[in-house]
Every structure is written in structure tokens, then in C-alpha cells.
């Protein structure tokens, strides 16, 4: 491993090793999913007592599941810093602080772990009191979550694991809000958030861990699948998300109006279809880092649309 790679660990306070542990600036953006998910459910602003808890709650699962991601992929990747530099990094909207840092030693795997199951802990207490079935869903995303780590060696297709989490967190905050939602409106959210995720995150992220993937080893769909396929298949993803999202606007009671739909197209443009064509032309792993980072803001700027939408 190249040291000079590494940031200064004297440099780094202990606090930001745990952030990065748990790619809390990431983690910070995936919080607005709930948040949209819940006020496209009610159609309005919930409780205040609700946005608290459910904050806090959203932020202690994010937290707990990224850093969860760490502690099962431990081995893995520390093999994937052994010999070959990060092809990414300081491009990734993930290693702002330090990637992986138990896997560099800057942290060790019993902190790490206790890290993961503390605020696990603390997601599991506030998710029940927003709603037991908000529990269940947590649990079940920490369950696929660490499925989904495990069978990296084992198959692609390990992405449809990967898209039914990052849909868990939106569900669950449905469910907070609405104990009886209406099945259509899960399942059209479930399939935004699915095609969102496997075609913005999991593919482009794996697309620019390509060498590091390819000296473990590593059964990823762009390795398997090859980048011709892996880049048409980003494009058909985005392109559903985005036709899912004008779906999701319809149903929902929230008062969207033409403006609001026409911004959010605008907006999805942008940050997946722009980008998605630009790595699908260039096949780099700079441009599939740029897809993976644009993409991580498209669900906050939908909430800025909607809450405009709701207060105005």
C-alpha cells in the first residue's frame, strides 16, 4: 500500500475517523429520502415531535448501517488497500475524511463495532417509538445490509439486495407517519428508490472501484457484466427513477403543480441523466465517481421541491 495515499492520522481528529467510518456526509444526504418519503405520504408536514424523533432516529440508522458496512467488510477491505492505491479517492463524495479508515488501522474493528451497535441501539429505540413496523424494517435493513456485504466474492446481483436497502429508509419513515399508507404509494416509492440507487449509487460506485474490486477478486456488475452493459443498464435505472418520481408526484397528496414537476425534471437531469451519458461515453472511473456523487443529492433537491411545494 502506498502510505502517501493516506491522510495524516495525526491530522484527523478521533471524531472524524467515526464520521468517515460511517460516511456521515453521505449519510447526512440520505436522510432527506425519509423525509421526502414521509411528506409526499401525508401530503404536509408531520408532527413536530415526529420530525424530531424521526431526525434523530434517520440519522442514528444511517450512521448505524454505513459503519455496519465497514465491520462486515473488514477483510475485505483491507485486501483492497494491500498493493493498489485507491482509484478514487479524494473524488468520492465518501472519502471526504478517510476511506475505510479499520481498514487502514487509523481505527480499530472492536471500535468500529461498537460504534455501529451503539447507534444501532439508539436507531432501534426511536424507530420503535415512531412505530414498531419502522423496527422491523430497520432490523431487516441491517440483516440485508450485511447479506450484501457477504456476498461480494459471491454475485453480482448482490445490487438487488443493495437497492431494496436504500429503499428501507424512505418505507420506514411512510410508516411513521401513515400507520395505514396505501400499498400503491409504497410500491411506487420502493421502485424510485430501487432504480435510484442501482443506477446512481451501487453500479457507478462499483464502476470506480473497478481495480481495487479486481484484485480481491470481487463479483461486481461491471466486472461481470462488462462496461458496455453496466453502462446501458445505469442509463435504463435513471431513466425508470426518474419516470417513478413523476408517478410518485401524481399520487401523492402533496400540491405539486406543473413548476414543481417541470424543476424536478430539470433537476434529475442534471444529476443522473447528464452524467450517467457522460460515463456511459467515457467509461472512466473519474466519471462514474462524478454520477455516484451528483446522484447522492438528487433526493435532497426533490425534498427542496416539495417542502417549497408544501409551505408555499
Not at 52 to 77: E, K, P
Not at 119 to 139: K, R, T
Not at 265 to 277: D, E, F, G, H, I
Request: hydrophobic residues 50%; charged residues 15%; proline residues 5%.
Amino acid at each position: 500500500m502506498d502510505t502517501r495515499s493516506l491522510p495524516d492520522r495525526s491530522g484527523l481528529s478521533r471524531i472524524k475517523l467515526f464520521l468517515a467510518l460511517s460516511r456521515t456526509p453521505h449519510g447526512l444526504l440520505d436522510m432527506a429520502t425519509p423525509a421526502l418519503a414521509g411528506v409526499l405520504c401525508l401530503g404536509k408536514l408531520p408532527p413536530f415531535k415526529v420530525i424530531i424523533l424521526g431526525t434523530i432516529t434517520a440519522f442514528a440508522g444511517y450512521t448505524a448501517v454505513y459503519a455496519l458496512n465497514d465491520v462486515v467488510d473488514y477483510r475485505s477491505d483491507k485486501e483492497k488497500f494491500q498493493g493498489v492505491s485507491p482509484s478514487h479517492s479524494g473524488h468520492d463524495l465518501d472519502a471526504i475524511y478517510v476511506r475505510h479508515p479499520m481498514a487502514q488501522r487509523l481505527l480499530s474493528f472492536r471500535d468500529g463495532l461498537l460504534w455501529a451497535t451503539g447507534w444501532a441501539l439508539l436507531a432501534s429505540l426511536g424507530a420503535y417509538l415512531l412505530n414498531p413496523v419502522c423496527l422491523a424494517v430497520f432490523l431487516t435493513g441491517c440483516v440485508l445490509e450485511a447479506l450484501y456485504c457477504l456476498m461480494l466474492r459471491i454475485s453480482y446481483l448482490r445490487i438487488i439486495v443493495s437497492g431494496a436497502v436504500k429503499t428501507l429508509g424512505g418505507i420506514a419513515a411512510v410508516f411513521a407517519v401513515q400507520p395505514n399508507p396505501s400499498l400503491g404509494f409504497v410500491i411506487v416509492l420502493f421502485l424510485w428508490l430501487f432504480c435510484w440507487e442501482i443506477g446512481g449509487q451501487n453500479v457507478p460506485n462499483d464502476w470506480a472501484d473497478l481495480q481495487e474490486d479486481q484484485q480481491i477478486a470481487a463479483r461486481t456488475l461491471p466486472l461481470r457484466l462488462g462496461l458496455e452493459r453496466a453502462g446501458l443498464l445505469i442509463v435504463g435505472c435513471l431513466a425508470l427513477a426518474i419516470a417513478m418520481n413523476m408517478v410518485l408526484f401524481k399520487i401523492s397528496p402533496a400540491p405539486l403543480r406543473f413548476p414543481h414537476l417541470l424543476i424536478s425534471l430539470l433537476a434529475a437531469s442534471y444529476l443522473l441523466l447528464v452524467p450517467a451519458y457522460r460515463l456511459y461515453r467515457t467509461r472512466t472511473s473519474l466519471h462514474a465517481a462524478a454520477l455516484f456523487n451528483k446522484a447522492s443529492y438528487y433526493p435532497l433537491t426533490v425534498f427542496v421541491v416539495v417542502i417549497i411545494s408544501v409551505l408555499l
